[in-house]
């Protein structure tokens, strides 16, 4: 790092509700080697997270987050709680900066607020995100490769996996924006040479010039075969020549026999047919024979409808009348006469039972005189009038009235009754058949009678006397009068129908010869001019009007032509593009590699401290427009035991060998970061290989702060033995961080 370079280091953290935090709390740091040291699921990884989030703004891109569902919030706070990470940084001894970094937990990857202060001054949104880029001199994407390691980088290197240690590598050498490009413009190749072939494949299959012809012929093909229509209809060759001069002078011919406007030169022929078909039929409906028809159909319907209620009428009192007639030799047909009958029978009913009743009780009396003369025979004289008194004539007189004449009575006028409620209820029953007779079905004839004088009483026939329902009801030969009075007026009905019928079929014949002498033959004229005058105009306008599309359809073959040979150059311009950016940044990784090689060997080196592979090295290859990296294992006593490092390093010289080629590959000099943070680094490295690499990180030159968060007490203790400022992260309890 130049003397004039700048070098930002990290003085404090402050992350609020966000990831494992629950709350608010603080980190300092100090301005050397430091490690903070905590139990695995304690916070490590969430603190590295959070202060990469609160600088980049971004998720980074690893394999076991997904994005578009990962929350940054805490999940005991809840996605309303304000989460939030504020993030010191110093450099020298006066600019200071502070970046604080709002989530919103409805989102994953969006900042609701960012806001920058640097040397008094604030910036906040893209403004503030692109003065932290400027300032720490790196590239969005690229701070978690040269400041802030992850163990997903770490363990992204020992896996072996190609595409891994590509993402790793590019990110520490500043390479992801070029080595993100190459993908990118391989799909814009392949996407120029499938347009290529859409274009081919439409040319061939809808050649414009080739569609314009077709269309032409089929079009002429049309225009023909309506020229030959037309002359089978009756028109010449020549009258073809000026089809809608022609078309004109038949409309004019029409226009003169209607009297309307004859059509100008230059009209529309179709308008100019529907107009005058117009004119036609209001011609035809308001032409006097017209008028005059219509007015005599609709009195001859009137009268058809007369002569048939008449008719129906006559019919149906023929019948009632013979249905009187026959009822009347069943009995009586008066209904006073009947309700008198009724009356008297029911008077002699009651008077019988009054008699009956006065009987019954002199019956009653002379049975208990009898009963007390038969206790008393031997009475000689009456009781009361002191008379002479024979007993047993007595007796034999009241025995005779109590069993003879009482008896005879009271049964006399029992048969008398039977005969009076027999010839009542004959009476009865009588009545109302006359009743329903009347009602149901005479009553309704006579309101037909009365609406039928109404609708005559104009006439020459019309009913001078009145219709009387009692007499109708009861008198045949009022009835017989009636039925000759609708004879009559069905026979005149009738007379009168068939003269109206008469002057219908005269006007209907006068309207038949105005209809073939001046309308049809102007109809016919019409439509000739509609049906084969106009699809020859029409044709005409067609082919004239696609003429002026051949020069289009030229263009646009023209123009498709161009932009086939234009994506064909374009994907071979991109192919070079590409090749010549892969090449490049297969170049630029393999002096980037080259040149910090020692460097990382030698630490490798300090740490690993193997007694065969005493160095690594990148091998950088070129495949198919893509750069890949094999991580090797060197030794510089034999050459020929070179091999990639998952094949004969131990799992902890692995560790030593991935930590080796971040902090050398991240050593670069185009960023001004001065400070780097490594999370948990040892794992899988035993105490002497912590001890080793505890002194190697200590004695870095271009790197003064290092930040250590680790679980393994023994490598926090290794740092602290090798200089290190040491504090511990805290403990976890019920969702929170507590301080020790």
């Known amino acids: 790092m130049s003397p004039t370079q700048k070098s930002w280091r ?27 040291e905590a139990p695995n699921h304690t916070g490590k990884a969430s603190l590295t997270f959070a202060l990469l989030w609160g600088m980049t703004g971004t998720i980074p891109a690893l394999p076991r987050i997904n994005r578009k569902s990962f929350r940054l919030f805490n999940k005991h706070a809840g996605e309303t709680a304000k989460s939030s990470v504020v993030v010191e940084l110093a450099q020298g001894n006066a600019e200071k900066m502070t970046i604080q970094r709002t989530y919103s937990g409805a989102r994953s990857d969006v900042d609701v607020e960012l806001t920058v202060d640097l040397n008094e001054k604030n910036y906040t949104g893209q403004d503030a995100q692109n003065l932290i880029f400027d300032e720490l001199g790196v590239k969005p994407n ?13 363990l992204g290197l020992i896996t072996g996996q190609e595409s891994a240690i590509s993402d790793v590598i ?8 070029l080595s993100q490009l190459v993908p990118i413009l391989e799909e814009k190749v392949k996407e120029a040479n499938d347009l290529k072939k859409e274009v081919d494949a439409f040319i061939v299959a809808a050649d414009p010039v080739a569609k314009w012809v077709e269309r032409d012929t089929e079009l002429r093909t049309g225009l023909s075969g309506s020229e030959n229509d037309a002359i089978d209809a009756g028109f010449l060759r020549e009258d073809l020549e000026d089809t809608k001069g022609t078309a004109i002078r038949e409309l004019a011919s029409v226009a003169t026999t209607l009297s309307a406007i004859k059509p100008a030169a230059a009209a529309k022929i179709t308008a100019e047919v529907e107009r005058l078909r117009n004119a036609l039929g209001t011609l035809r409906t308001t032409t006097p024979i017209s008028a005059e028809l219509a007015e005599l159909q609709r009195r001859a319907n009137e009268l058809d409808q007369r002569w048939k209620s008449a008719d129906r009428l006559s019919k149906d009192f023929s019948v009632h009348a013979k249905k009187l007639v026959a009822e009347s030799a069943k009995g009586e047909m008066d209904r006073a006469q ?91 029953k009588r009545l109302k058949t006359v009743n329903t007779l009347r009602d149901e079905e005479h009553r309704p004839l006579v309101e037909r009678l009365l609406t039928f004088a109404q609708q005559i009483k104009e006439t020459s026939y019309a ?16 009835r017989n009068r009636l039925i000759r009075l609708l004879d009559e007026a069905v026979q005149k009905a009738s007379d009168e129908k068939k003269s109206a019928e008469n002057e219908v ?30 699809p020859i105009i029409e044709a005409v306008e067609k082919i004239e009007a696609h003429g002026k599309l051949r020069d289009s359809a030229e263009q646009r073959k023209s123009d498709l ?113 001065g400070f780097i943070v490594l999370d948990d680094p040892a794992q899988g490295m035993d105490d002497t290989l912590q001890a080793n690499f505890a002194n190697a990180l200590a004695k870095l030159e271009d790197r003064k702060q290092v930040v250590i968060l680790t679980h393994q007490r023994s490598f926090a203790e290794a740092l602290e033995r090798a200089g290190a400022s040491r504090c511990k992260l805290g403990t976890w309890k019920l969702g929170k961080l507590k301080d020790e």
């Open 561 to 673: 032509t161009n932009l086939r040979e234009e994506a064909q150059t374009l994907a071979g311009q991109l192919r070079k593009i590409t090749g010549a950016l892969s090449k490049h940044e297969e170049e630029s990784a393999s002096a980037a590699v080259k040149a910090r090689m020692p460097r990382i060997s030698g630490f490798f080196r300090s740490v690993a401290q193997n007694p065969d592979y005493d160095g690594l090295d990148i091998q950088t290859t070129l495949s198919r427009d893509k750069v890949a990296y094999k991580i090797q294992a060197t030794s510089a006593q034999l050459g020929n035991l070179n091999d990639a490092v998952g094949h004969v390093l131990s799992e902890g010289d692995l560790s030593a060998a991935a930590m080796s080629l971040l902090l050398g590959l991240a050593s670069g000099t185009s960023h001004n970061l």
């Open 170 to 177: 590019n990110d520490m050498l500043g390479l992801y924006t």
């Open 142 to 154: 690229s701070l978690e490769g040269c400041g802030i390691v992850l163990q997903d980088h770490r």
């Open 463 to 478: 009913w001078t006397s009145p219709i009387d329902s009692d007499a109708l009801f009861l008198d045949a030969e009022a």
């Open 10 to 36: 990290l003085e404090k953290v402050s992350v609020t509700n966000l990831l494992g935090f629950q709350g608010t709390k603080e980190y300092k740091f100090s301005p050397t080697l430091q490690v903070l």
């Open 338 to 428: 009947l309700s008198g009958v009724i009356a008297d029978k029911d008077a002699a009913l009651e008077n019988n039972k009054a008699t009956r009743e006065a009987l019954e009780q002199e019956q009653g009396l002379l049975t208990v005189a009898y009963n007390h003369l038969l206790s008393h025979q031997k009475l000689e004289s009456c009781p009361v009038c002191e008379g002479v008194v024979d007993t047993g004539k007595l007796l034999r007189s009241l025995k005779l009235r109590i069993a003879d004449s009482i008896a005879r009575e009271l049964e006399r006028l029992k048969e008398e009754d039977e005969s009076h409620a027999a010839q009542r209820n004959t009476a009865a």
């Open 505 to 534: 079929g005269e006007k209907q014949t006068a309207l038949a010869k105005q209809e073939a002498e001046l309308f049809q033959p102007a109809e016919t004229n019409i439509n000739r001019v509609r049906d084969f005058l106009v």
